[in-house]
């Protein structure tokens, strides 16, 4: 089952590796199961949550 209500797909993976590389974490996964819940109701790339939609005083970055 999906993890967020919402979604409208979901796959579950299981972790090979982790790679450590400076103060970041890189997984490798291999994925297990994958599900779709129900079909987009409009072009899937219509879901897309652009950043620049978010608001000026969202904070993305680093």
Known sequence: ????????ACIECKVTT??????HHI????VTSANVA????????????WM???GEKVFYGG
Not at 1 to 8: D, F, R, T
Not at 18 to 23: L, M, P, S, T
């Open 38 to 49: 129900r079909q987009p109701d409009a072009r899937p790339d219509d879901a897309i949550l």
């Open 52 to 54: 620049k939609d978010l």
């Open 1 to 8: 089952a999906p993890v967020l209500s919402n979604a409208l």
């Open 27 to 30: 997984f490798v996964a291999q």
């Open 18 to 23: 982790v790679v450590e590389q400076g103060d």
